[in-house]
């Protein structure tokens, strides 16, 4: 029997699908109407070039929810970056962008904690259920849109050549010598540009996060 799904939300099972073959139709051109709308499920995968598209997309909103657990901005870039690794090396393709950002937010929550515990023995942060209810309730937190506005924020104070830069490395994902190319630069200056622009950003969101501690 073949799975199907609903081109929109909700998804509809194998079952769902069966159900509706056997539905009586008064009219016709109402069932091949609806029939439009159900793919196989196969076809509505994610691939790797939809789920990098995505990962670049939510970018800010996913490294505003790692700061939240390291408070720092520079390690949660780099967690940021291996959670991007292991989830396009995922075995199993994603069916959604919800499924997607939600995996991508537990790896990286887990991830954040063993890099703490590795760095400084244990991890003093949120409890697991605190975190764990922070990731369900995370598009909707509180908390997530003040560290958002605060990567914003920080990002505004670049310079536009700096923001330009950074749009090409990491939102539109291309390499630093891709980058380069556009700019009309040698890749090492790109390079050092960035290094600068962790620093700055860095510096920025760290300040921030502890004008916020002061004032909680």
């Not at 939300?9 to 073959?21: E, K, W």
């Not at 691939?47 to 939240?68: C, F, G, M, P």
């Amino acid at each position: 029997m073949s799975r199907f799904t609903f081109a929109i939300r909700p998804v509809l099972t194998a079952a769902d699908g069966a159900f509706f073959n056997t539905m009586s139709w008064a009219d016709p051109q109402s069932r091949a109407k609806f029939e439009l709308h159900l793919l196989p499920l196969e076809r509505l995968m994610i691939t790797k070039e939809q789920a990098t598209a995505i990962l670049l997309e939510h970018r800010l909103s996913l490294t505003a929810y790692i700061v939240t657990i390291v408070r720092s901005f520079h390690l949660a870039e780099d967690i940021f970056q291996d959670v991007c690794v292991k989830a396009l090396m995922h075995d199993e393709p994603f069916e959604s962008q919800p499924q997607l950002l939600k995996w991508t937010r537990v790896v990286s929550r887990n991830r954040a904690i063993d890099v703490i515990r590795a760095r400084d023995g244990r991890y003093r942060g949120l409890t697991e259920e605190a975190l764990e209810t922070l990731s369900e309730s995370w598009d909707d937190d509180r908390e997530m849109n003040e560290t958002h506005d605060m990567l914003a924020d920080c990002l505004e104070e670049l310079t536009s050549n700096n923001r330009k830069i950074l749009r090409l490395r990491y939102f539109e994902g291309r390499s630093g010598i891709d980058v380069a190319r556009i700019l009309g630069r040698k890749p090492a200056t790109v390079y050092q540009a960035l290094t600068r622009i962790h620093s700055l950003l860095g510096r920025c969101i760290e300040m921030r996060l502890a004008m916020t501690g002061e004032q909680a």
